[in-house]
């Protein structure tokens, strides 16, 4: 079915900045995915309405040059290894916060960069690290920033955050932050980059919401966006994401994806990606029961796996292949010792959703290797999280029936994996 453009009437009352709520969600979602029917028809009315579409209506009177704003990170990177770093969270928001010092852009890139460093190892630390940044965007002086560069610094800073949320399992929090990047980027400089980064994690969310169609559409813009404008690294990246989403599911249809984003990628030039997408590869060849494939690949990858930085990053993934491809193997034991490692990885950083999906696949393998009791006590221990969450009532009554069917000695592997997509696609109430 085509989709449907934006009226005229909605794309004057957003111009006026008078349409709210998720009229305007609607509208800037519309607009960012992309159409460009509707953009250049939100450019007349916005011309007829006599509503300029870019903020920046006069050049600032004390413009900071990009030599300026490169003294800027200078001093402020210097800043924070002496005096910033060594203090607690709280401790750097009361003196950043009152002090106009801190309000450049130099300090408001660093605290998003740290921020955004350790988003995997720490992530209560990362987001308080992006709140920081967004604390300087909102102190910005427009006498010395474009509006629209102060816009596009606001959505990328939020679109931080709702990843640190997202990551924690405040999936309210993420989907609030993530609007209201979406929003600034409509106020802009309009640069396809900057939209593409807000779009990315975007999808993300929207995957982990269990909305697995409208994150491949989402990302699919994106990839779209940056193919334009000749960013085929990004674009790479953002089809690997559209894998990332569908390939659980659809395992054909994402190493399909996974593919196509190897032939976009410039072996070298982006490592991290290479990597990234070596790891789809593995999981996805393993998924669809080319076992002696994964692990040949695997066992030519996973040294540079383990030789990464970004350890917390990198050590999920490798508990992860190592588990899948263990189970697939028939080595039961030794899946079942990564499993628990990869349990305490997701309890140590406080990532609940995927703990609760690794509990599964656990109680999934004790199950076969007939320790009924273990699986029902892993499975029972989850339950208050459920409750705590307000999960979906289908939700609910799917884990119930693998908790009686456990009890029962009935269940089945195949009824684990289908409780498995409902909790994917339905577990958040929101």
Avoid at 12 to 37: M, N, S, T, W
Avoid at 216 to 230: F, P, Q, R, S, W
Wanted: hydrophobic share 45%; glycine share 6%; with cysteine.
């Amino acid at each position: 079915m085509p989709r449907q453009h934006v009226a005229k009437d909605l794309l004057l009352l957003f111009a006026q900045k008078k349409l709210e709520g998720a009229d305007r969600r609607r509208v800037i979602r519309h607009l960012l995915l992309p159409c460009q029917v509707c953009r250049q028809a939100l450019r007349e009315v916005a011309v007829s309405a006599e509503t300029p579409v870019s903020p920046d209506f006069q050049i600032p009177e004390n413009l900071q040059s990009p030599a300026s704003i490169g003294a800027e990170r200078v001093h402020a990177e210097m800043v924070w290894r002496k005096e910033l770093q060594p203090l607690d969270s709280a401790q750097r928001l009361l003196l950043v916060r009152d002090d106009p010092r801190y309000y450049t852009w130099g300090f408001q890139e660093l605290f998003l960069n740290q921020g955004k460093v350790m988003v995997f190892d720490d992530p209560f630390q990362a987001l308080d690290l992006c709140c920081l940044s967004l604390e300087v965007v909102h102190r910005l002086p427009l006498d010395r920033y474009r509006r629209s560069d102060v816009a596009d610094l606001r959505a990328s800073t939020l679109a931080a955050i709702a990843n640190c949320k997202r990551l924690l399992g405040d999936l309210e929090g993420a989907q609030e932050a993530i609007d209201q990047a979406l929003e600034s980027l409509e106020w802009g400089t309009g640069d396809p980059l900057e939209d593409a980064n807000v779009l990315s994690i975007f999808g993300s969310l929207l995957t982990d919401l269990g909305k697995i169609e409208q994150a491949v559409e989402i990302l699919g813009a994106a990839a779209c966006e940056a193919h334009e404008v000749g960013e085929t690294q990004l674009q790479a990246k953002l089809v690997l994401q559209q894998a990332s989403a569908i390939g659980w599911y659809e395992p054909e249809r994402g190493l399909e994806l996974t593919e196509k984003a190897v032939k976009l990628l410039t072996l070298g030039r982006s490592p991290h990606l290479d990597l990234v997408a070596r790891y789809h590869l593995i999981f996805l060849r393993c998924e669809l029961g080319q076992v002696c494939e994964a692990r040949e690949l695997y066992e030519v990858w996973a040294p540079t796996f383990h030789r990464q930085a970004n350890r917390a990053f990198w050590q999920g993934r490798i508990l992860h292949l190592e588990a899948a491809l263990t189970r697939q193997e028939g080595h039961f034991d030794v899946c079942e010792a990564y499993l628990r490692q990869l349990l305490d990885h997701y309890a140590e950083r406080g990532m609940q959703h995927d703990f609760a999906l690794t509990t599964l696949d656990l109680a999934e393998l004790l199950t076969v290797c007939r320790r009924y009791e273990e699986a029902q006590e892993l499975v029972d221990g989850i339950l208050p999280m459920f409750r705590q969450w307000k999960v979906r009532s289908d939700v609910l009554r799917a884990w119930l029936m693998i908790e009686e069917g456990i009890k029962g000695r009935t269940v089945e592997a195949v009824s684990f994996r289908e409780v498995s997509r409902i909790i994917r696609r339905r577990w958040f109430h929101g």
